[in-house]
């Protein structure tokens, strides 16, 4: 991909389990988002981490950031049936670098009720 | 605002045929960006623009291809002539910059199928 790599490609839980997902990516960053993605729909933010932070929590969502790594975690706890979707890394470069938007290659998460 | 508004939502046209994907993004966005997402290649930058001036079209796949910005509240995207393998959801995004950590604003895509 132009930017990130998820793993894993595919995730399948049980309703109530957590679900984790991996990003990473290549360059430096300004910020770093997640996305959802249902199938055949367009793509909802979930949640930002800047640059100079490292972990941050939405409701049921957690996610950190190393930096040093250039790596990202997204935990989905108490998952739901509803939350079946395609969750999206992306990397927002800073100003001085161009200041594009890139994507992961995405991670398919399945909840079994 | 509604959002950001694509049209059509699906288009279906014949091998060779100029296609023109269409894009309104929110009020006050001063950057847009357009992806292509097919399953083999996943969500691709194709080309963004800053206050309607393109600032890296170095996704756009080959010169069939071409977008422009004539103003700030509309956005296209050509393809001329179509082939098979242009068939993919194609997807407009909208960015408020005066902040420097925002979230994009997604359409709902366009689905196109080159027969």
């Known amino acids: 991909s132009q930017q990130g790599e998820e793993d894993p490609q595919a995730l399948s839980i049980q309703e109530g389990e957590n679900a984790t997902m991996n990003c990473s990516y290549k360059?430096?960053?300004?910020?770093l988002q997640w996305y959802r993605q249902n199938s055949g729909r367009g793509l909802v933010h979930l949640i930002l981490?800047?640059?100079?932070?490292r972990e941050k929590h939405s409701g049921r969502l957690r996610v950190t950031l190393d930096t040093s790594k250039k790596s990202s975690s997204l935990l989905i706890t108490a998952s739901r049936a509803a939350d079946t979707a395609s969750y999206f890394c992306?990397?927002?470069?800073?100003?001085?670098?161009?200041?594009?938007?890139?994507f992961g290659t995405g991670t398919s998460l399945t909840v079994i009720p | 605002d509604a959002g950001v508004i694509q049209s059509p939502r699906h288009e279906v046209t014949e091998m060779g045929q100029e296609v023109t994907l269409r894009c309104k993004p929110i009020?006050?966005?001063?950057?847009l960006f357009w992806y292509r997402q097919t399953m083999m290649r996943g969500l691709e930058l194709l080309i963004y623009?800053?206050?309607?001036?393109?600032?890296?079209d170095s996704g756009m796949p080959e010169d069939r291809f071409s977008a422009k910005m004539p103003n700030a509240s509309f956005s296209t995207l050509k393809i001329q002539p179509s082939e098979p393998r242009d068939s993919a959801v194609y997807f407009c995004?909208?960015?408020?910059?005066?902040?420097?950590?925002?979230?994009?604003?997604f359409g709902q895509g366009t689905r196109l199928t080159v027969v």
């Open positions: 009020s006050g966005h001063n950057s």
């Open positions: 992306a990397t927002h470069l800073p100003m001085n670098t161009g200041n594009q938007f890139y």
């Open positions: 995004a909208s960015r408020p910059d005066r902040m420097q950590n925002t979230e994009a604003f």
């Open positions: 623009f800053n206050n309607n001036v393109p600032i890296d």
């Open positions: 360059t430096s960053i300004n910020n």
């Open positions: 981490i800047r640059s100079n932070e």
